[in-house]
């Protein structure tokens, strides 16, 4: 995981902790919606 995702959004963060990685194909497409899937999905890889 990024950790950007830590320190930019403490919201995700404990989204992270509760549902685990199974949340990581909800959160970027959720982010994407602000700063863009496809830069996020690149960064991510």
């Known amino acids: 995981m ?3 995702v830590y320190e ?3 919201r995700l963060r404990a989204h ?3 549902h685990g990685r199974r949340v990581e194909s909800g959160v ?3 982010a994407g919606k602000e700063e863009g899937t496809e830069s996020d ?3 991510r890889r």
């Open 28 to 30: 970027w497409p959720a």
């Open 2 to 4: 990024c950790a950007w």
């Open 16 to 18: 992270l902790i509760r």
């Open 41 to 43: 999905g690149a960064v």
């Open 8 to 10: 930019a959004a403490p």
